[in-house]
C-alpha cells in the first residue's frame, strides 16, 4: 500500500490522490448537469427523425421522475454499504441508459431509456456532495465552492452550445454519446484513487419507505409537469395526483418512524439549521430554474436577442454568482463564519428579483444585466453554502442521506418554481395579448405562451408588437411571485445558529440541538 496522507491533518495541502478524486467528481458533476441542456437543444431534430411529437414532453418527464424519485435511495445505499461502491453503480447506469437512449429507434424506447438513465442521474450529484463530505472536512469544503459553481456556470452557459453543435454536426445520438467517454475517465480515477472505509448494513434496505416515497415524489412532480399545460389544477387527473401524492407522503413520514433502516432518518430534521438550509435550498431551486427559463425568453422576444446564444444571455448571473461563491468558500474556510451568506444572499436574490420584474419592452440590456448579476450575487451565497452547512448539521452516518435530502428539496423547488412561475406566466401573457390584440391575440397563444423565434418573425407588427408587451407582464407577474417567494428564504436565513464547522481547529462546544458527530480520519491512498 502508498503512503498515506491524512485529509484532515494537512487541509491546505490536499494529497494528489485527493485532487485527482475531485476532478473526477467535477466531470462526474458535470455530466449530471449538462444532460438535459445538451437534450433540449436536440429536440427538434429528434421528434423529426423518431415522430412522436405528442410524447415529446415524456423524453425530459421520465429522466426527472426517475432523478427526483431516485436521489434519496441512492443517499441512503451509500450509508448503507459504503460510497464508493454506490456512487460507480450509479454511473454505470447513467452510462448504460446514455448508450440505450443514443441507439433508440422510436419515442417509447427513447422514453424508457432515458427513465434508465434518470435513476442513474440520482446518485451522481448525491455521490460528489457525499463524497465531498466524506473527504474534505466542512471548514475546508469552502475553497471547494468555486470549483463546484464553475462547472454549473460552464455547463447552463456551455449545454446549449454543446448541444447545437454536436446535434449539427456529428446528429443527435452524440447527445446521449457524449456521455460514455467522460464517465469513463471518471470510472476509471474513482476505480484507482479513491478509498473509503468499507462499509455494510446489518439492516435490509427500507422496501414499503422506498415504495412510498417513490409514489409520493412522482405524483408531486408529475403535478408540477402536467397542472396547467396538459390537464387543468382543477382537473379529475390533478385532484388524484394530489391525493396519491399526499397520502403517500403521510405514510412515508409514519413509516419512518417505525423502519429498522429508514430511508431518510427523521431525525436528521431535529437539527434546526438542517430543516433551515432544506427550505432555503427548495426556494433557491424555484428561484433558480425559473430565472434561467424566462430570462432567455424576455431576451430573445423583447430584446431581440439570438436564440442560438441563448446561454451567453445568461453570463451576467453565472459569472456573478461564480464570484459570489468563490468568495464565499474563501472566507467561509479562513473564518470558520458563515451565516451572513445565507442572510447576505436572501437579500441580494429577493431585491434582484424585484428588480427583475420591472423590467417592460424599453428595458435595456444592460440594465436587464445588473439586475441578472444582483440575482447571481445571491445565488452565489446560497448555493454551495446551504449544501456545507446541511452536511456539518448531521452525523457522518448520515452523509449520504443528507445530501441527498438537500438535493431533493432543491430538485422539488425548480419543479415547483417551473410549474407556478409558468402557470402565472401563461395566464398573464395570454390575458394581455387577448387585451392588445383581440381574438387574433388568442389565437396566436392558445397552443403556447411561449414563441419562438421562427413564430415571432412571422406575426403582423400589430400581433409582435402586442406580444412583446404581453410577454414583459408575464415576466413581471412571475419574477414578482419569485421575490415574494424569496422572502421565506431570508426569514429562514436569520434563524440559523453559527455553529462552529468540523475540522475548525479546537473542538467547539456545540448547543445538544446542533450537536454532530467529529468526522472519522479518512485516508487517501
Excluded at 451576467?316 to 451565516?339: C, I, W
Amino acid at each position: 500500500m502508498a503512503d498515506t496522507q491524512t485529509v484532515e491533518t494537512r487541509p491546505d495541502k490536499q494529497p494528489k490522490s485527493v485532487r485527482v478524486v475531485l476532478l473526477a467528481l467535477m466531470i462526474t458533476m458535470m455530466l449530471a448537469m449538462l444532460d438535459n441542456m445538451i437534450v433540449g437543444t436536440a429536440m427538434p431534430t429528434i421528434v423529426g427523425e423518431l415522430g412522436g411529437l405528442e410524447h415529446l414532453s415524456w423524453v425530459v418527464t421520465a429522466y426527472t421522475l426517475a432523478t427526483a424519485a431516485a436521489t434519496p435511495v441512492w443517499g441512503k445505499l451509500g450509508d448503507m454499504f459504503g460510497r464508493k461502491t454506490t456512487f460507480m453503480t450509479s454511473i454505470v447506469i447513467f452510462l448504460a441508459g446514455s448508450a440505450l437512449s443514443g441507439m433508440a429507434q422510436n419515442m417509447s424506447e427513447l422514453i424508457g431509456f432515458r427513465a434508465v438513465q434518470g435513476l442513474g442521474a440520482g446518485g451522481l450529484m448525491v455521490g460528489v456532495m457525499a463524497i465531498i463530505g466524506d473527504l474534505i472536512p466542512p471548514r475546508e469544503r469552502g475553497k471547494y465552492q468555486g470549483m463546484m459553481a464553475g462547472v454549473m456556470a460552464i455547463a447552463m452557459i456551455g449545454g446549449p452550445l454543446v448541444g447545437g453543435t454536436i446535434t449539427d454536426n456529428w446528429g443527435w445520438r452524440w447527445a446521449f454519446y457524449i456521455n460514455l467517454p467522460l464517465g469513463v475517465v471518471a470510472l476509471g480515477l474513482i476505480s484507482v484513487v479513491l478509498h473509503l472505509p468499507k462499509k455494510r448494513a446489518k439492516a435490509g434496505i427500507d422496501y414499503l419507505g422506498v415504495i412510498l416515497l417513490t409514489v409520493g415524489i412522482t405524483s408531486i412532480v408529475l403535478v408540477t409537469t402536467w397542472g396547467g399545460s396538459q390537464y387543468a389544477w382543477t382537473s379529475a387527473r390533478i385532484m388524484e395526483l394530489i391525493g396519491i401524492g399526499v397520502a403517500a407522503l403521510i405514510g412515508f413520514v409514519f413509516w419512518q418512524t417505525k423502519a429498522v433502516e429508514p430511508v431518510v432518518p427523521l431525525h436528521i430534521f431535529r437539527s434546526r439549521n438542517f430543516t433551515l438550509m432544506s427550505v432555503i435550498g427548495f426556494i433557491t431551486g424555484f428561484v433558480m430554474f425559473g430565472a434561467t427559463l424566462y430570462l432567455p425568453l424576455y431576451q430573445q422576444a423583447v430584446q431581440g436577442a439570438s436564440a442560438t446564444n441563448s446561454g451567453l444571455l445568461l453570463l451576467p448571473m453565472l459569472g456573478a454568482m461564480l464570484v459570489t461563491s468563490m468568495v464565499a468558500g474563501r472566507v467561509t474556510t479562513n473564518t470558520g463564519r458563515y451565516k451572513v451568506f445565507p442572510v447576505v444572499g436572501s437579500v441580494l436574490m429577493t431585491v434582484g428579483l424585484y428588480l427583475l420584474s420591472t423590467m417592460d419592452t424599453g428595458t435595456s440590456r444592460f440594465t436587464s444585466g445588473v439586475f441578472m448579476a444582483v440575482v447571481g450575487l445571491g445565488m452565489g451565497c446560497l448555493m454551495q453554502i446551504t449544501m456545507l452547512v446541511a452536511q456539518n448539521s448531521v452525523e457522518m452516518k448520515d452523509m449520504g442521506v443528507a445530501s441527498s435530502s438537500t438535493t431533493l428539496f432543491r430538485t422539488l423547488g425548480s419543479s415547483f418554481g417551473v410549474a407556478i412561475m409558468g402557470a402565472l406566466f401563461n395566464n398573464r401573457v395570454q390575458h394581455v395579448m387577448a387585451e392588445r390584440a383581440g381574438a387574433l391575440g388568442s389565437k396566436i397563444t392558445e397552443k403556447s405562451a411561449s414563441l419562438d423565434a421562427k413564430s415571432l418573425a412571422k406575426l403582423p407588427a400589430v400581433a409582435r408588437e402586442a406580444y412583446q408587451h404581453a410577454l414583459s407582464a408575464g415576466v413581471h407577474s412571475a419574477f414578482l411571485l419569485g421575490s415574494v417567494v424569496a422572502v421565506v428564504a431570508l426569514v429562514a436565513a436569520v434563524f440559523v445558529k453559527e455553529v462552529a464547522l468540523r475540522g475548525a481547529g479546537p473542538k467547539p462546544e456545540v448547543p445538544a440541538e446542533d450537536a454532530v458527530a467529529q468526522p472519522p480520519v479518512v485516508e487517501a491512498v
